[in-house]
């Protein structure tokens, strides 16, 4: 059974403050996907990484991921009120299932 | 441009008093998941299609079935609700895993 640990589960910063939030595993995955959900909605896709080491970027957030294809990290810049959400990294394999982090609740504060 | 539509948004139903939710989607993608999502928790795979073929998580209930007609609906039945079925309930679709594109879920009260 593949796992994904993503720490941390919570996170409350200031507005401007930059941001961290990590997963990471034992197994290797062929994608790592990036989502951000808001209360009530669907999650919705920020980003997809699928080589070793490969890096995105998306306005102000930055997301990379490792060299072993084993863990990922999502990094924001000048953290902005409407960052507020639940973020989930999910990762792929060969079965068409996304292995899905537990979720980093986000909350950003003015 | 909606890609992955659910209905209804709120369904309220009463213990034991079976519900359908519905999902449709309009980007011809051959995968399509139903996830039951509960308070700021991930997403729990319920089951998923992978064209025709119906794949079950190990540990969904009985009490959970999904249809899939055709490419672009699939309906989720829950035969008899427990309390412990409010929850959020997600469609997703996906191409070929890297990505997958969900709705905007269907919130279940169980009264």
């Known amino acids: 059974t593949q796992l994904l640990e993503q720490s941390p589960q919570f996170l409350s910063i200031q507005e401007g403050e930059n941001l961290t939030v990590y997963c990471n595993s034992s197994s290797v995955f062929s994608s790592l996907q990036w989502y951000r959900q808001e209360p009530g909605e669907g999650p919705v896709l920020l980003v997809t990484v699928v080589t070793g080491g490969e890096v995105k970027k998306l306005k102000r957030l930055t997301f990379q991921f490792g060299d072993a294809r084993k863990d990922s990290s999502l990094h924001i810049t000048a953290a902005q009120t409407g960052d507020t959400g639940l973020y989930l990294c999910?990762?792929?394999?060969?079965?068409?299932?996304?292995?899905f982090g537990k979720g980093t609740l986000l909350t950003v504060n003015p | 441009d909606a890609m992955v539509i659910q209905n209804p948004r709120y369904q309220v139903t009463q213990f034991g008093k079976p519900v359908t939710l519905s999902c449709s989607q309009t980007l011809n993608h051959n995968v399509m998941y139903w996830y039951q999502q509960k308070s700021s928790q991930a997403p729990k795979l319920l089951f998923h299609?992978?064209?025709?073929?119906?794949?079950n998580e190990a540990d969904t209930p009985d009490n959970f079935q999904s249809r899939r007609p055709n490419t672009s609906f699939c309906f989720l039945d829950i035969r008899s609700p427990g309390l412990g079925d409010a929850a959020m309930y997600l469609c997703a679709t996906s191409r070929d895993l890297r990505g997958e594109y969900f709705g905007p879920g269907t919130r279940l009260t169980v009264t």
């Open positions: 999910a990762g792929g394999g060969s079965n068409y299932k996304l292995t």
């Open positions: 299609y992978y064209d025709k073929d119906f794949n």
